[in-house]
């Protein structure tokens, strides 16, 4: 059976950066263990917004909260709001449990929480429910013009 690619996998594609594609049935912690990996090298993608309408991209470990404060001041604004799900699509282009910090139809500033360091490569979303993309967090970095800061809890 021929392989849909997305949206995210057309442009890695594009710019011949490597990744590997993984499959699993489910979210993210149970997909840790789907995949046999540990749960801080598989990082969920969240968007949020601002109080003046700018949204912004947050890559973290799914074993990992994401901290309000730290991501606000990580891209300069006094105070960010996660984005309601209903918004998440039409800003996108994905859906939730399927967002990628790789194709949205906008690309927002983006911040990869530090602890992407640590791993040669780290697991996001392909950019469909159930599709993930092993790639090094330095492609990642480079394809969406991230920078690196601490944003957990």
Not at 15 to 39: C, N, S, T, V, W
Request: glycine share 6%.
């Amino acid at each position: 059976m021929k392989q849909t690619k997305t949206n995210a996998m057309r442009i890695l594609d594009r710019q011949k950066i490597a990744y590997k594609l993984r499959e699993f049935p489910l979210d993210g912690k149970k997909a840790a263990d789907h995949l046999d990996l540990p749960p801080a090298m598989i990082f969920k993608t969240l968007v949020t917004t601002d109080t003046s309408g700018g949204y912004y991209v947050f890559c973290v470990p799914t074993s990992e909260e994401l901290d309000l404060k730290k991501a606000a001041k990580a891209v300069g604004v006094k105070r960010i709001e996660m984005l309601k799900q209903k918004d998440l699509l039409p800003l996108t282009g994905y859906i939730h449990g399927g967002c990628s910090p790789v194709g949205m139809k906008k690309q927002f500033p983006t911040v990869l929480d530090t602890s992407a360091q640590q791993w040669e490569t780290i697991v996001v979303s392909a950019g469909h429910v159930g599709m993930l993309m092993e790639i090094s967090p330095k492609d990642l970095i480079q394809v969406v013009h991230a920078t690196l800061e601490w944003i957990t809890k």
